[in-house]
């Protein structure tokens, strides 16, 4: 029986072409746009996942402040400008305090309250008085016994000068520990030319494959940085998030320094992404060395550990905090299972609202389908009549519209799918790059196939059903006098 | 049976006279050749897959009386079943409904055509709802 009416309800969608289709295409556009959304959004949580994972689960990140140190208010949105793409034009200092001037370098260093409230918050000057407490790291590693392996990576922002051409650039202060342990953490930190640091002892530096290509750098030659003469050692291949990295010099936006605020853990979750795994843009001089001859210089640094296997982050976690207090500086540790769970709940927030202005349309296109079965409600008040004259139960009547608006639903959810689909895999991957998103690929899974096929069914049938009520209701002999 | 058929437009004669089967859970081989084996019976085994549209007003009234029978009915009422046809069109239907009778079943014609109603066993005269007269006949086989 379920089949005879199924027939009659395709015989009627087919016999109502035009306006089927306009239906079904009112359906299609909603879910084109849920499918779209959705699909792309677990892409990029996967992706941002598996970055995570390339990391490592078993690091733990000791950011430079701790938690509600009270002045401890990282600034966000921090937009030095005037600090790169402007080699040649000498920024003077007092253009680096107006872009970055709300950055409180006491805080991020980690002095103490009284300590920043005697220092003035214009960067330009700061930057050479910030005495960060830095960790040791060689101390760590035997106060906690659980961290196989620790290393520092600092951030500096410094005038740079080549002879030819000057401004400000980042400058990445990894240690030695750092370098020999976490590079792969740095995302593409692989020597294309010359080699590696050699000397504790010499201004030695290497730079990003962009900086070196913007700076016309070549190995042995010379560059100024903050004043002070370091020697190019060598030169890194470019690193695959090299889309990401282009973007950023397009909007004139430095690398790693789009920080976001972020007030529950004090750590810009933004800076370790960035900040480490992209190494374009950045020279890189040896922790140990700047901090000899770059004094005070550190904007911030980051300590990384790597915890032993099977043994607890928590406690990791907990015996580093005893740690940090015994060596008398401020920092929190954070592991990247904690980033990766705050940047992941982030984005499925963006997705949930996106999604959720998405299925708008879809809502509009139910209310089209309930149209449109209306006003065939109207239409067929006769061959309702007729249907019942000739021994249709109400129910049947019923089923037969909820069939008819249920399939049309099926119809535009299905093709929506395919054409979600195709829009988001060819979206990522003809729009991807100029976005700078171009390492991650959409998923439509099973899931998604079905929740979408079996939702935009029951779309068709709930925005029928009021009409197919209508419709089992009528007199059949008011029905078959009706014109 | 309806004065205006009342049949449906975008289904076919043959689909239209196995509506009532396909309602009563009927396969759709089974309707359709009970549906067929009606069809023939009003004469129309060539017609089976047109639709209402494409069908004359005598057609479609048999397609109409077609559907009515395909039931096996005890009994069949008709509404002016002739009203909108010619003469000789109307004279097939009521040949037709003749032949039902004759197999010992009842068929009640609502009728202003006085040559129908020379044809009832049984005449009720109505005016304004109220029966008028009520009388039996004997009808010329």
């Known amino acids: 029986m379920k089949l005879n009416l199924l027939r009659l309800a395709l015989k009627n969608i087919g016999s109502r072409r035009t306006r089927s289709w306009l239906t079904i295409l009112g359906v299609l556009v909603g879910v084109t746009a849920v499918v779209a959304l959705l699909s792309i959004g677990t892409g990029v949580q996967e992706a941002v996942l598996q970055q995570f994972a390339d990391i490592g689960y078993d690091i733990i990140l000791i950011a430079p402040m701790g938690a509600g140190a009270g002045q401890g208010r990282m600034v966000a949105g921090m937009r030095p400008d005037g600090m790169q793409g402007r080699f040649g034009t000498q920024e003077p200092a007092e253009s680096n305090t107006e872009s970055g001037g709300s950055f409180n370098p006491g805080a991020l260093s980690g002095s103490s309250e009284t300590e920043s409230e005697r220092m003035p918050s214009g960067m330009g000057e700061s930057l050479t008085r910030a005495a960060p407490t830095t960790l040791d790291t060689d101390l760590l590693l035997e106060q906690v016994p659980q961290l196989i392996e620790a290393g520092t990576l600092g951030t500096q922002i410094q005038p740079i000068d080549t002879g030819t051409t000057s401004g400000f650039l980042r400058v990445s202060t990894p240690s030695m520990d750092f370098l020999n342990a976490f590079s792969s953490v740095l995302g593409g930190f692989e020597i294309a030319d010359g080699g590696s640091f050699s000397s504790r002892t010499q201004n030695q530096v290497i730079a990003g494959a962009r900086a070196a290509e913007q700076l016309q750098l070549k190995i042995g030659d010379i560059v100024d940085i903050s004043s002070i003469p370091f020697t190019v050692v060598g030169i890194l291949a470019p690193s695959n998030g090299a889309a990401q990295a282009s973007e950023d010099r397009e909007e004139g936006v430095l690398s790693g320094q789009g920080l976001t605020q972020n007030l529950s853990t004090g750590i810009s979750t933004d800076l370790v992404l960035r900040g480490l795994t992209n190494t374009e843009d950045s020279l890189f001089v040896l922790n140990e060395r700047a901090s000899e001859v770059l004094v005070g210089r550190n904007m911030m640094s980051v300590t990384i550990t790597r915890v032993e296997r099977g043994a607890s982050i928590s406690d990791a976690k907990d015996a580093i905090n005893v740690a940090i207090g015994q060596q008398d500086a401020t920092g929190t540790p954070i592991s990247i299972q904690e980033v990766a769970d705050e940047i992941q709940g982030a984005l499925s927030l963006i997705e949930t609202v996106l999604a959720s202005i998405a299925a708008v349309a879809l809502v509009v296109g139910g209310v089209g389908l309930m149209n449109t079965m209306y006003t065939a409600v109207l239409e067929r008040t006769r061959e309702i009549g007729i249907l019942k004259s000739v021994g249709a139960h109400d129910s049947q009547v019923m089923i037969l519209f909820l069939i008819d608006s249920g399939l049309m639903g099926l119809i535009g959810g299905a093709l929506g799918l395919m054409l979600g689909s195709i829009l988001s895999l060819l979206g990522t991957q003809l729009l991807g790059p100029s976005l700078g998103v171009g390492a991650f690929t959409p998923i439509i899974d099973a899931w998604l196939v079905g929740g979408v096929l079996a939702f935009s069914f029951a779309l068709g049938a709930a925005s029928g059903a009021w009409p197919a009520w209508r419709a089992s209701r009528l007199n059949p002999v008011d029905a078959l006098a009706s014109e | ?141």
Do not use: C, W
Request: net charge negative.
């Open chain 2, 1 to 141: 049976m309806f004065q205006k058929y009342n049949l449906v437009s975008n289904l076919t004669a043959l689909e239209n006279v196995s509506l009532p089967l396909l309602l009563r859970n009927q396969s759709s081989k089974e309707a359709r050749a009970l549906a067929m084996e009606s069809l023939e019976l009003v004469d129309l085994g060539d017609r089976v897959t047109h639709r209402p549209s494409k069908l004359s007003g005598g057609e479609q009234q048999r397609v109409a009386m077609a559907r009515a029978l395909v039931n096996k009915p005890a009994m069949i009422l008709a509404d002016e079943p002739t009203g909108n046809l010619d003469t000789v069109t109307g004279n097939r239907i009521l040949e037709l409904l003749r032949d039902f009778k004759m197999d010992d079943k009842l068929v009640l014609v609502v009728t202003h055509n006085p040559e129908i109603a020379e044809l009832a066993d049984t005449l009720v005269h109505l005016r304004d709802g109220r029966i008028e007269s009520h009388l039996t006949q004997e009808v010329p086989v």
